[in-house]
């Protein structure tokens, strides 16, 4: 065991250590180890965290969570849901709370942050306003029972994952402790075609969401990156729709609409204050800067080899086929 390695196992509860030993590992991109659990690769102390959000979470009938794959575009889902759910509390844009917090604290999630032990964060679940509004990456089936079972919402948002992937690859490099070697694109793809990354196999991921998204559509919205990049108007009015607040004519014709599409734009997002020069995450080792990159469709044309594009376009098709999803790449 090497010394991130210790000093990430020191933190867990004893039943926690006991639970990983015994589950498969593998290499991880920034953690020295990824375990399968229930399914999915993850960090020991996600796990701890997730173990803790299925034995504690209770969810409440207007709870809404914003679950997806790593960057696929959560911040800027998490945004326009804070944007769409609380509009009628910051009907003046000047002094939205989105201008001056990134979307993560504004909509926090459950295995970072309320439910990660190792964070001094606390999160009191019964002072946060309603509706309640939280983040996950979590695969729907570790999703704790209550968030089944009561009529609170999911709207997820899935993206082509070969700009994912790269996405990730250049995320987890520039948050990399010092003492680490980058990681090459190589030994991250090869890794990712595996399914061996947190919260993957990326595809199960996508396809746990979507098939409840197929047979719950009042449950689960699922939404694609790229859709929201074509026609993002039509895209909030659906997400407005399926939480119950749909916009007004007024609202439609004195530009409501418009308004929060430009204050969580990419452009706007990335020059704020807060986006720039601010941080998270435990000892904030995550600047906020590393969450607005380029933003572009098909960025992964500039990465990946022929061969790479070929072998990951044969893995998606085939764990995909039958599931009536595709992607746009
Ligand atoms: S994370 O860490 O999982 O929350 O990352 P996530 O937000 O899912 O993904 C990061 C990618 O989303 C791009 N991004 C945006 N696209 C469009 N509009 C807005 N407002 C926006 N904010 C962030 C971000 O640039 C990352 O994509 P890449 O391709 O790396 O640029």
Same mark, same amino acid.
């Given at each position: 065991m090497d010394e991130q390695e210790g000093s990430e196992e020191n933190k867990l509860s004893q039943e926690c250590k006991e639970l990983i030993i015994s589950l498969p590992r593998e290499k991880g991109w920034i953690t020295p180890c990824l375990y399968l659990f229930q399914g999915f690769w993850h960090s020991s102390t996600e796990i701890q965290a997730i173990k803790t959000f299925q034995n504690h979470f209770q969810a409440?009938?207007? %709870?809404?969570?914003?679950?997806?794959?790593?960057?696929?575009? @959560?911040?800027?889902l998490k945004a326009l849901t804070f944007a769409i759910v609380r509009r009628q509390y910051f009907r003046s844009l000047e002094n939205h709370p989105l201008l001056v917090f990134n979307p993560h604290e504004l909509v926090p999630p459950f295995?970072?942050?309320? &439910? %990660?032990?190792?964070?001094?964060?606390?999160?009191?679940?019964? =002072? +946060?306003?309603? *509706? #309640?509004?939280?983040?996950?990456?979590?695969?729907? @089936?570790?999703?704790? =029972?209550?968030? $089944?079972?009561?009529?609170?919402?999911?709207? &997820?948002?899935? #993206?082509?994952? !070969? %700009? @994912? !992937?790269?996405?990730?690859?250049?995320?987890?490099? $520039?948050?990399? *402790?010092?003492?680490? *070697?980058?990681?090459?694109?190589?030994?991250?793809?090869?890794? &990712?075609? $595996?399914?061996?990354?947190?919260?993957?196999?990326?595809?199960?991921?996508?396809?746990? &969401?979507?098939?409840?998204?197929?047979?719950? *559509?009042?449950?689960v919205l699922f939404l694609m990156y790229e859709d929201i990049k074509e026609d993002a108007i039509l895209n909030m009015t659906k997400i407005a729709e399926f939480l119950g607040c749909p916009f007004?004519?007024?609202?439609?014709?004195?530009?409501?609409?418009?308004?929060? +599409? $430009?204050?969580?734009?990419?452009?706007? +997002? =990335?020059?704020?204050?807060?986006?720039?020069?601010?941080? +998270?995450?435990? %000892?904030?080792i995550v600047q906020n800067k590393y969450f607005f990159r380029k933003a572009e469709i098909r960025d992964w044309v500039n990465y990946l080899s022929p061969s790479m594009v070929e072998k990951l376009s044969k893995i998606i098709e085939e764990k995909l086929s039958g599931s009536g999803l595709s992607f746009r790449i």
């Open positions: 409440k009938d207007n %709870d809404i969570i914003v679950a997806s794959v790593p960057k696929s575009g @959560t911040t800027w295995e970072f942050v309320i &439910y %990660d032990e190792t964070n001094s964060q606390i999160h009191e679940l019964s =002072k +946060m306003p309603e *509706p #309640r509004l939280f983040g996950t990456h979590v695969p729907f @089936t570790s999703l704790p =029972k209550s968030i $089944k079972e009561t009529n609170c919402k999911i709207i &997820y948002i899935c #993206r082509n994952p !070969f %700009d @994912t !992937f790269i996405s990730t690859w250049v995320f987890v490099n $520039k948050i990399m *402790p010092e003492f680490c *070697p980058t990681l090459s694109l190589e030994e991250a793809f090869e890794r &990712y075609c $595996k399914g061996i990354i947190g919260f993957g196999p990326s595809w199960n991921h996508i396809l746990g &969401y979507w098939r409840e998204s197929i047979g719950k *559509p009042d449950k007004s004519k007024e609202e439609e014709s004195s530009g409501v609409i418009e308004n929060i +599409m $430009k204050l969580c734009s990419f452009e706007n +997002m =990335k020059e704020l204050e807060v986006n720039k020069f601010g941080s +998270m995450g435990k %000892d904030r």
